[in-house]
């Protein structure tokens, strides 16, 4: 039972990457999405989350308009497309399942919670 994050990489600033996090071992459309990042010394920030059936999203402030989450469950498999990558972008990014959003954020809250994987936003 896991959530596996992968797509992460190093790329320039103002570059494009998409994230994807996959589910296996457990019902991936009964719950909500989210990802989450925390850059070095920082607190993590929930940056999405997407409903069970993809009909809504949240974003934080921070992305917002960059950054686009898409779920598609007969993959088993979120997605994060980010464009106009910043170097504060630079982050372990996490994916993780609850029933809401407001406890994606904290791994010791939700039932899934997937490794990171690292995007570095650098020239």
């Known amino acids: 039972v896991q959530l596996q994050a992968s797509g992460g990489g190093l790329v320039q600033p103002g570059s494009s990457l998409t994230l994807s996090c996959t589910g296996s071992?457990?019902?991936?459309?009964?719950?909500?999405i989210g990802w989450i990042r925390q850059a070095p010394g920082k607190e993590r920030e929930l940056v999405s989350c997407?409903?069970?059936?993809?009909?809504?999203?949240e974003y934080a402030d921070s992305i917002k308009g960059r950054f686009t989450i898409s779920r598609d469950n007969a993959k088993e498999t979120a997605y994060l497309q980010m464009s106009d990558l910043r170097p504060e972008d630079t982050a372990t990014y996490y994916c993780?399942?609850?029933?809401?959003?407001?406890?994606?954020?904290?791994?010791?809250?939700?039932?899934?919670w997937g490794q990171g994987t690292l995007v570095t936003v650098s020239s």
């Open positions: 071992g457990f019902t991936f459309d009964y719950y909500v």
């Open positions: 993780s399942a609850d029933w809401a959003c407001s406890s994606l954020w904290n791994p010791q809250l939700v039932p899934y």
């Open positions: 997407i409903t069970k059936n993809g009909d809504k999203s």
